[in-house]
């Protein structure tokens, strides 16, 4: 994350990040990882649902062809207005 969004990023550790998620009753598991990108272990996995932001196109998310081809699904979803970590820690600075 500090390597995609800069100095002070992450505002959270990545186990609470990973207990939010595993919080939510849809998620049915969180992988935390080392590595550059997250290939190695959706390839050992083979989820049957890949989620990425709508940010992305799902033929450009690492792991929609292992997926695919599996015959699973690659969604993406839409941000929340208001809920973005960068426009919470711009209030947070400017307050």
Do not use: C, W
Not at 23 to 35: G, T
């Amino acid at each position: 994350v500090t390597r995609l969004k800069g100095p002070g990023r992450p505002i959270t550790d990545q186990h609470s990040r990973a207990m939010v998620l595993a919080s939510m009753s849809i998620v049915s598991m969180v992988v935390l990882f080392d590595e550059e990108t997250p290939f190695k272990i959706i390839s050992k996995i083979q989820p049957d649902i890949l989620v990425k932001g709508a940010d992305y196109n799902p033929e450009d998310i690492v792991g929609y062809n292992v997926v695919m081809e599996k015959g699973g699904k690659v969604e993406t979803i839409e941000f929340l207005p208001g809920y973005s970590t960068s426009a919470i820690e711009a209030k947070i600075r400017n307050s």
